[in-house]
Structure formats: structure tokens, C-alpha cells
């Protein structure tokens, strides 16, 4: 299975407009890059944990700064 299969499979959605793959109801992000580095079961993993906060989860290679955090939180809902 391609790892863009099983983010849609787990509810993610492609933004052009960000290149992420996003799921509002977990509130995770996966960069482009970072799912085209990391191996499948990483992916999976990487979905099936549990967040323990509100806010958003970003999975970057080279994480955010806070402002850009704070940005996409704004925009992502």
C-alpha cells in the first residue's frame, strides 16, 4: 500500500495549498517531505498515537517555528 493510501484510508486529506495532509478531527498534519522520508509502519504508528493535548501535532523534518505553528492552528481551525 502507498503511504498516501493509507493517510486517505485514515481520514487525511491532501491541501495543496500547504502540501500537508491533514485530519481536522485528530488535528495532525504530515508534511509532503516528512511522509515521502519516513518508512510505512513509522506512518502508521505515527497515526494511530494518541494526542493528549488540544492543539495541533505537526510532523515536519525540519519542525515549525512557532509562528508558522501558530499560523497553520489559525488556518486549520
Same mark, same amino acid.
Request: charged content about 40%; aromatic content about 12%; glycine content about 4%.
Given at each position: 500500500?502507498?503511504? =498516501? *493510501? !493509507? %493517510? #486517505?484510508?485514515?481520514? /487525511?486529506? /491532501?491541501?495543496? *495549498? #500547504? *502540501?500537508? &495532509? !491533514?485530519?481536522?478531527? +485528530? =488535528? =495532525?498534519?504530515?508534511? !509532503? @517531505? &516528512? +511522509?515521502? *522520508?519516513?518508512?510505512?509502519?513509522? %506512518?502508521? #504508528? $505515527?497515526?494511530? @498515537?494518541?494526542?493528549?493535548?488540544?492543539?495541533?501535532? &505537526? /510532523? &515536519?523534518? +525540519?519542525?515549525?517555528? @512557532?509562528?508558522?505553528?501558530?499560523? $497553520?492552528?489559525? +488556518? %486549520?481551525?
Amino acid at each position: 500500500m502507498k503511504k =498516501k *493510501d !493509507i %493517510l #486517505r484510508d485514515a481520514h /487525511y486529506r /491532501y491541501d495543496f *495549498d #500547504r *502540501d500537508l &495532509f !491533514i485530519n481536522r478531527a +485528530v =488535528k =495532525k498534519a504530515f508534511s !509532503i @517531505e &516528512f +511522509v515521502d *522520508d519516513t518508512p510505512e509502519e513509522e %506512518l502508521r #504508528r $505515527l497515526i494511530r @498515537e494518541e494526542t493528549n493535548s488540544n492543539g495541533w501535532r &505537526f /510532523y &515536519f523534518n +525540519v519542525p515549525p517555528t @512557532e509562528g508558522t505553528k501558530r499560523e $497553520l492552528e489559525r +488556518v %486549520l481551525g
